[in-house]
């Protein structure tokens, strides 16, 4: 919001699909909207989730790695199995099953 000079939601008809100018750095889209405030607010979710990932991957990732490399043997053979078996999947499937699992969720509700 403090970089955003305009509400990403807002509808103005008499300034729809107008080029970049002063006023709108990046233009307007078909209802008027602020593209550059858009891309602005679609970018707090972006990094959001990037964000969210990464912590995801580093808190699961990292103790893994350190009983693995700690017990060895047996223990590396049946974690490197189930990363096998993970990684055998095309990651698209197994986005949309994790998603679908997850069921709906309203960003709407976020602001």
Known sequence: PLLSPYDPL???FSVKLN???AQHFLGTDNYGRD????IF???QYTLLAAFISVLIGLTLG???GVISGFFGKTTD???MRIMDILLAFPPLILAMAIVSGMG???LRSWY
């Open 19 to 21: 080029p970049p100018s």
């Open 35 to 38: 593209l550059m405030s858009r």
């Open 62 to 64: 990292a103790p893994l």
């Open 10 to 12: 807002a509808i103005d």
């Open 77 to 79: 053979l049946i974690l």
């Open 104 to 106: 709906a969720i309203d």
């Open 41 to 43: 607010n679609g970018a």
